[in-house]
Antibody, heavy 121, light 110 residues
Framework: QVQLVESGGGVVQPGRSLRLSCAAS????????MHWVRQSPGKGLEWVAG????????YQGDSVKGRFTVSRDNSENTLYLQMSSLRAEDTAVYSC???????????????WGQGTTVIVS | SYVLTQPPSVSVAPGQTASIICGGH??????VHWYHQKPGQAPVLLIY???DRPSGIPERFSGSNSGDTATLTISRVEAGDEADYYC?????????????FGGGTKLTVL
């Protein structure tokens, strides 16, 4: 079945780096725009970054620009989020999500992973 | 950056209709997507492109979008609809693209 599974979260000190992964299965990963979305404890959803199906375009939210980089390996069906210069306010559950139609970045996200927790302390 | 505004909370009795609004400058010119999220669970896409429903989403959920307000309407509300609801748009400028979420609305079923 269609599935996204995140990994790589943990406890990290401020200023350090961490790389998250999102393993996709059950669909043609290379055809879909993918996103990272985070949720701090008790807070709402915050978009972190998105990447085109072929990796040709990448966009980040204002709060992570210059610090986080999204990438993908379509041969491995895996999405990545490289996080650097981490801050306490980056503490959140990070989830990957699929844009709901092939090749369409602006459509809603129809498949979500359960998330991986990052604690910056 | 583009801002989406939602009321923090909405309350409704079972069987009644709930309306959750999402405000943004000329949001009617954008496509709006809606999600709900129950505690400890991943968000679920309810409505995409203003008013389309993914397969498996009941017809009780509908959406509209015009002017500066988009609306999610839930008819015949059930206890199981109690959740946080989020609107979302794709915001494009000449040099950037961003996904924007509203702050979320907690729906309480009385």
């Amino acid at each position: 079945q269609v599935q996204l599974v995140e990994s790589g979260g943990g406890v990290v000190q401020p200023g350090r780096s961490l790389r998250l992964s999102c393993a996709a299965s059950g669909f043609s990963f290379s055809s879909y725009v993918m996103h990272w979305v985070r949720q701090s404890p008790g807070k709402g959803l915050e978009w972190v970054a998105g990447i085109w199906h072929d990796g040709s375009q990448k966009y980040q939210g204002d709060s992570v620009k210059g610090r986080f980089t999204v990438s993908r390996d379509n041969s491995e069906n895996t999405l990545y989020l490289q996080m650097s210069s981490l801050r306490a306010e980056d503490t959140a559950v990070y989830s990957c999500a699929r844009a709901g139609r092939p090749y369409e970045p602006a459509v809603g996200m129809d498949v979500w992973g359960q998330g991986t927790t990052v604690i910056v302390s | 950056s583009y801002v989406l505004t939602q009321p923090p909370s909405v309350s409704v009795a079972p069987g009644q209709t709930a309306s959750i609004i999402c405000g943004g400058h000329n949001i009617g010119g954008k496509s709006v997507h809606w999600y709900h999220q129950k505690p400890g669970q991943a968000p679920v896409l309810l409505i995409y492109y203003d008013s389309d429903r993914p397969s498996g989403i009941p017809e009780r959920f509908s959406g509209s979008n015009s002017g500066d307000t988009a609306t999610l309407t839930i008819s015949r509300v059930e206890a199981g609809d109690e959740a946080d609801y989020y609107c979302q748009v794709w915001h494009s400028t000449t040099s950037d693209h961003q996904v924007v979420f509203g702050g979320g609305t907690k729906l309480t079923v009385l």
